[in-house]
T-cell receptor, first 114, second 115 residues
């Protein structure tokens, strides 16, 4: 089945550690995105990539890093510089065209700092 | 993005009634709008979209209305069912290449369907 797979579903991190969240898609989509969601709030854009080997900062990029070495994969690293990393992280993808098709979301990774 | 607080607006609807969820957007350059449904602990699911050259679009049991004059979007759900209980988000984006795909999300509305 085509779709977006995020792993792990739950992740626990000690303070001061970097962690990497995985996002893989087999939809042949050019664009991929990472959003952060806090309880009772909407989604805020962290990073996005419209094409392989290129990515752009979103609204809340500080303390995060990404790479886009393959079309299918867009991993997000939450670094120790991110002061409040506990949140629900959502990855999405969409075709890169001016027809404005919707973004498809994965099922999310819930990150908790312990 | 701006946080809008920890308590989502809640719409309580009786099963079988129609629901109307409202959304105000801020960017007059936005030309594409989407409604998503998010169930607890899951990723958002696409419901319906609309481009700025339209003011109404209908899907199965859902209708989206767009009023560009007042920058307002609404989602109407007909004959609301228990399975419609979820958080509903509107999202907007604009056509410029550097902004393409940058969906800006609203804070969301919690819909609770009562029997």
């Amino acid at each position: 089945d085509g779709g977006i797979t995020q792993s792990p579903k739950y992740l626990f991190r000690k303070e001061g550690q970097n962690v990497t969240l995985s996002c893989e898609q087999n939809l042949n989509h050019d664009a991929m995105y990472w959003y952060r969601q806090d309880p009772g709030q909407g989604l805020r854009l962290i990073y996005y990539s419209q094409i392989v080997n290129d990515f752009q900062k979103g609204d809340i990029a500080e303390g995060y890093s990404v790479s886009r070495e393959k079309k299918e994969s867009f991993p997000l690293t939450v670094t120790s510089a991110q002061k409040n990393p506990t949140a629900f992280y959502l990855c999405a993808s969409s075709p890169f065209n001016r027809g404005h098709t919707e973004a498809f979301f994965g099922q999310g990774t819930r990150l908790t700092v312990v | 993005g701006e946080s809008v607080g920890l308590h989502l607006p809640t719409l309580s609807v009786q099963e079988g009634d129609n629901s109307i969820i409202n959304c105000a957007y801020s960017n007059s350059a936005s030309d594409y709008f989407i409604w998503y449904k998010q169930e607890s602990g899951k990723g958002p699911q696409f419901i319906i979209d609309i481009r700025s050259n339209m003011d109404k679009r209908q899907g199965q049991r859902v209708t989206v209305l767009l009023n560009k004059t007042v920058k307002h979007l609404s989602l109407q759900i007909a004959a609301t069912q228990p399975g419609d209980s979820a958080v509903y988000f509107c999202a907007e984006s604009s056509m410029t290449t550097d902004s393409w795909g940058k969906l800006q999300f609203g804070a969301g509305t919690q819909v609770v369907v009562t029997p």
